[in-house]
């Protein structure tokens, strides 16, 4: 694991205090002008400044450090400045050895163009022109202006925008002052002042290179404010966008004002910035990102159009996880990459479950995790090439490898589990000890632990030690006895076959046991396994299951006698057990421990739910089985067959229209029956959602279309319909004024049948559409199998101009996870490593590796269980549903 003197970190022999930044952005022309001041204090005798600077910043004039005193002052020019590419260093080398103890102040001016990657300080287009914002977590400070670009390398900032008239500038902290410019402000050359305005920002606290942010452009805001539950002083809250946007940030705007002060309180900690700034964008690389004061979300995460409750969910869950970070990450941060689960974990966890259930009880968000961060982390963490939540980081050409879901879910469902096993009142408070000793510092995750068990009164450390530092998580297996239950743990792996090495690690497993044929549903806390394996007595005869409510990061796996026994109390499990056994058995089936008898006797024990949660995670489920057999016709027939009667009976009892008076739940629900079964070619939904999407292309605003629905009423004209409906939907996409309505567009366009309409969207998706909008094109055609192959081939022939346009974006990743997810043959996996021998994958081989162990995975159910399959829909499916179900609207 890296340290601090590794030769992939700075050296520590100078530290920043603080900078003095001035950016002239010219959006005109798409480039920007800097002079930046960093006030360093030299720790060790040095001659050597060396700091971060990206190679596509020019430097206009020579670095120079000033050294003032009360008697004096002197100006030094380093007589050798190296810059190096792969490392993005800036080395200034001075003839004079500076003592330890000075203090001084680096001066360097610098220019460059606008990005076009979304790194960086980069340019958005819209209808009205560009505009400028920064995106620069992990590594991307130092493409915007030279600095220390390491988290544990903190100063303040003081900004200073210039920009031409007309023109909102935004920063971490509110103006202090707007003026005219005079000649001497402007960095740019010839320009007349007047045309120009400067803009100086109040200082910033002590804060980490990545949270720096700074827009420019014709932005508007609407404006809110919350009362601090701590200070009782009031602070604004604006959410800032476009003319065309700004209509759909009401939404936003509410959450973030009830959320700031729920977090204040939960912490009894304020947020010590004096105001809270959203700017939605127009192009973004991430969902969201968290900088101080100044989140700068995509428009499609944040906003959501009234009445859309889908584009509400979102928003909602993306704006309470980015304010989480005010406190995690931003004023207490992990001191290197390798830690990033301090900050990720911790808003995954509380951003959208522990503050989102107050604010919103009736999205079920504990649901949404366990379907979400929980369920796919354990896929990701199943495989070989998984890595610790600790995840060591020894160059910085892997930070981006810990941005995964690893760092987000499996650090957010650890920290749960202990929140469960521990009490989760206990365990917050242990945070807000972690939290107040390290603000405006950083801290390691021992910190975290100790203050934890400080507060809880146990032994954290040793307890989340192998979670955190180890990669992969056990199986419980669970046998039982006349008197009781064996319990075994090992390590679980998506091919089942771990060898003693592997199988060597002993997790510390809170079991919960849910015992269920009692009185009353009683969870026993006391039983925790942390030897191979164990007795529990119980009594007797006793019907129990693990796992309680599924708090733990684990799988559990059941004799299929004793599963058969748990099944039969599936209307009294609650949503987060029965979410556990759905996939828990798909899991365990995939993986070979299962046959596809026990994954249809699940389905059939919960198929007659009306719960939104559990009809998606069957769907979830079912999906799983079309992503390994979707070039089996037999199978997909079936499947269909079982999803059009599934989906479409559910309609029968809820209603197929949309009705105002209808709760979340309904909502979701109806839209999520309408959408599978529709891909299922259920005649009556087929015939509703063309007339509703004729109505809505006649007049969007006069429809009444529910806008929960569009998109699954774009899928459907374009999947089942004529090159006339793709056009209508093209035309959609190409306007692009309204976020939700471009998404729904880019989705459907993909699922046409007809080939040439097919070949249409792929030349697209890989030569001309807007970079956040290629790996959603491309996911949604790798789940199409009339383009999936093609676009896997396209993607092959083209991915020289990807990889350079995507360079070291996330959005990269994606694109491979996306194209390739479909593989499901041994043949296919060679011929797609053997095209990646020949590039350069330094920083896709995370994916890779994903993809190729996930496709062998598929591969190996395929050959194990396609008779079976074939059988059971042959024979089964039409006996599916009993009418039992946890009929909860």
């Known amino acids: 694991?890296?340290?601090?003197?590794?030769?992939?970190?700075?050296?520590?022999?100078?530290?920043?205090?603080?900078?003095?930044?001035?950016?002239?952005?010219?959006?005109?022309?798409?480039?920007?002008?800097?002079?930046?001041?960093?006030?360093?204090?030299?720790?060790?005798?040095?001659?050597t400044i060396e700091l971060h600077a990206a190679s596509t910043l020019v430097l206009v004039s020579p670095p120079v450090f000033k050294i003032t005193s009360t008697a004096s002052s002197s100006t030094f020019t380093p007589y050798l400045i190296r810059r190096t590419s792969e490392t993005q260093r800036l080395e200034c080398v001075f003839a004079e050895t500076f003592e330890k103890g000075t203090t001084g102040v680096l001066e360097i001016g610098f220019e460059a163009d606008l990005a076009s990657n979304l790194l960086g300080y980069y340019k958005c287009t819209w209808s009205g022109g560009v505009y400028a914002a920064t995106q620069f977590e992990p590594v991307e400070a130092r493409s915007a202006f030279p600095c220390f670009d390491e988290p544990a390398l903190k100063a303040t900032y003081t900004y200073t925008s210039i920009t031409r008239q007309g023109i909102v500038s935004l920063a971490n902290m509110p103006a202090e002052h707007v003026s005219s410019t005079s000649k001497d402000d402007l960095l740019m050359t010839g320009e007349d002042t007047t045309q120009w305005v400067k803009t100086v920002f109040q200082t910033t606290p002590p804060m980490s290179t990545y949270i720096v942010a700074y827009a420019n452009g014709p932005f508007q805001f609407i404006e809110g404010s919350y009362t601090s539950p701590i200070s009782k002083e009031e602070k604004p809250v604006r959410v800032w966008t476009t003319a065309d946007l700004i209509g759909n940030a009401r939404y936003t705007l509410d959450v973030a004002s009830r959320a700031l002060p729920a977090y204040e309180a939960l912490f009894e900690l304020e947020m010590p910035l004096p105001k809270m700034d959203i700017l939605a964008i127009s192009e973004s690389d991430v969902g969201a990102m968290e900088n101080w004061g100044l989140i700068i979300s995509y428009a499609g995460h944040a906003l959501a159009a009234p009445g859309d409750t889908s584009a509400e969910r979102e928003s909602g869950g993306s704006i309470s996880h980015e304010l989480a970070h005010q406190w995690f990450g931003n004023a207490t941060t992990m001191a290197w990459w390798d830690s990033l689960f301090l900050n990720e974990g911790f808003a995954a966890w509380i951003g959208e479950v522990v503050?989102?259930?107050?604010?919103?009880?009736?999205?079920?968000?504990?649901?949404?995790?366990?379907?979400?961060?929980?369920?796919?982390?354990?896929?990701?963490?199943?495989?070989?090439?998984?890595?610790?939540?600790?995840?060591?980081?020894?160059?910085?050409?892997?930070?981006?490898?810990?941005?995964?879901?690893?760092?987000?879910?499996?650090?957010?469902?650890?920290?749960?589990?202990?929140?469960?096993?521990?009490?989760?009142?206990?365990?917050?408070?242990?945070?807000?000890?972690?939290?107040?000793?390290?603000?405006?510092?950083?801290?390691?995750?021992?910190?975290?632990?100790?203050?934890?068990?400080?507060?809880?009164?146990?032994?954290?450390?040793?307890?989340?030690?192998?979670?955190?530092?180890?990669?992969?998580?056990?199986?419980?297996?669970?046998?039982?006895?006349?008197?009781?239950?064996?319990?075994?743990?090992?390590?679980?792996?998506?091919?089942?076959?771990?060898?003693?090495?592997?199988?060597?690690?002993?997790?510390?497993?809170?079991?919960?046991?849910?015992?269920?044929?009692?009185?009353?549903?009683?969870?026993?806390?006391?039983?925790?396994?942390?030897?191979?394996?164990?007795?529990?007595?119980?009594?007797?005869?006793?019907?129990?299951?693990?796992?309680?409510?599924?708090?733990?990061?684990?799988?559990?796996?059941?004799?299929?006698?004793?599963?058969?026994?748990?099944?039969?109390?599936?209307?009294?499990?609650?949503?987060?057990?029965?979410?556990?056994?759905?996939?828990?058995?798909?899991?365990?089936?995939?993986?070979?421990?299962?046959?596809?008898?026990?994954?249809?006797?699940?389905?059939?024990?919960?198929?007659?739910?009306?719960?939104?949660?559990?009809?998606?995670?069957?769907?979830?489920?079912?999906?799983?089985?079309?992503?390994?057999?979707?070039?089996?016709?037999?199978?997909?027939?079936?499947?269909?067959?079982?999803?059009?009667?599934?989906?479409?009976?559910?309609?029968?009892?809820?209603?197929?229209?949309?009705?105002p008076a209808d709760g979340y739940a309904v909502t979701q629900l109806r839209t999520l029956a309408l959408s599978h079964a529709a891909r299922a070619g259920e005649p009556r939904v087929l015939q509703l959602l063309q007339k509703w999407f004729e109505a809505f292309m006649r007049d969007h605003e006069g429809s009444g279309l529910n806008a929960s629905a569009v998109a699954v009423a774009f899928y459907s004209a374009v999947r089942h319909g004529a090159q006339e409906s793709y056009d209508k939907v093209f035309k959609v996409y190409q306007d692009n004024t309204d976020p939700a309505h471009h998404s729904a567009a880019v989705t459907a366009l993909a699922a046409t049948q007809h080939t040439t309409l097919s070949d249409r969207t792929i030349n697209e998706a890989i030569l001309h559409a807007r970079a956040p909008d290629v790996p959603t094109f491309l996911l949604a055609m790798a789940k199409n199998p009339r383009a999936s192959r093609k676009a896997c081939e396209q993607v092959m022939l083209h991915w020289d101009e990807l990889d350079a346009k995507f360079g070291k974006t996330f959005s990269k990743d994606r694109i491979v996870l996306s194209v390739f997810s479909r593989l499901s043959s041994k043949e296919d996996i060679e011929r797609v490593r053997a095209f990646f021998e020949t590039k350069n994958t330094s920083h896709i081989d995370s994916a890779l590796s994903r993809v190729y162990e996930e496709a062998y995975t598929r591969a190996a159910w395929s050959s194990r269980s396609t008779a079976e399959l074939s059988e059971w829909f042959e024979h089964v499916h039409e006996e599916k549903g009993s009418g039992k179900g946890c009929v909860v609207l």
């Not at 890296?2 to 205090?17: E, K």
């Not at 008197?483 to 091919?495: A, E, N």
């Open 1 to 47: 694991m890296a340290n601090s003197d590794s030769v992939h970190r700075l050296p520590r022999t100078v530290r920043p205090t603080h900078y003095d930044l001035t950016v002239q952005t010219d959006l005109q022309h798409e480039r920007f002008y800097g002079r930046v001041s960093i006030h360093l204090n030299v720790i060790e005798p040095t001659n």
């Open 355 to 659: 503050v989102l259930d107050t604010l919103f009880p009736e999205w079920g968000v504990e649901a949404d995790f366990i379907h979400g961060h929980l369920n796919e982390a354990l896929r990701v963490d199943a495989q070989r090439s998984s890595h610790p939540v600790l995840v060591p980081i020894e160059k910085e050409s892997k930070i981006m490898d810990a941005f995964d879901n690893l760092s987000y879910g499996k650090a957010a469902s650890i920290l749960r589990m202990l929140a469960t096993h521990l009490g989760q009142k206990a365990f917050l408070r242990g945070v807000a000890l972690y939290l107040k000793r390290h603000e405006y510092a950083n801290a390691e995750p021992a910190e975290l632990w100790a203050a934890i068990g400080e507060s809880c009164g146990v032994d954290v450390t040793g307890m989340v030690k192998e979670w955190i530092e180890l990669k992969g998580f056990p199986v419980v297996s669970v046998t039982p006895t006349a008197t009781g239950i064996d319990v075994r743990q090992d390590r679980f792996l998506s091919d089942c076959r771990p060898d003693d090495e592997e199988n060597s690690t002993i997790w510390t497993i809170p079991l919960a046991v849910l015992h269920l044929d009692t009185s009353a549903e009683i969870v026993d806390h006391r039983h925790v396994l942390n030897t191979h394996s164990t007795y529990i007595d119980l009594p007797s005869p006793s019907i129990v299951k693990l796992n309680a409510s599924t708090s733990g990061f684990f799988r559990v796996y059941y004799t299929p006698a004793h599963l058969r026994s748990l099944l039969t109390f599936a209307t009294d499990l609650n949503t987060a057990d029965a979410l556990g056994l759905i996939h828990d058995t798909g899991a365990l089936a995939a993986a070979g421990l299962y046959d596809i008898g026990q994954v249809m006797d699940v389905f059939n024990a919960f198929s007659g739910s009306f719960q939104y949660a559990v009809q998606r995670s069957l769907a979830a489920e079912l999906d799983l089985i079309e992503r390994t057999w979707w070039e089996d016709d037999a199978i997909m027939s079936g499947l269909n067959t079982l999803k059009a009667k599934q989906f479409g009976g559910i309609l029968d009892i809820i209603g197929y229209e949309y009705d």
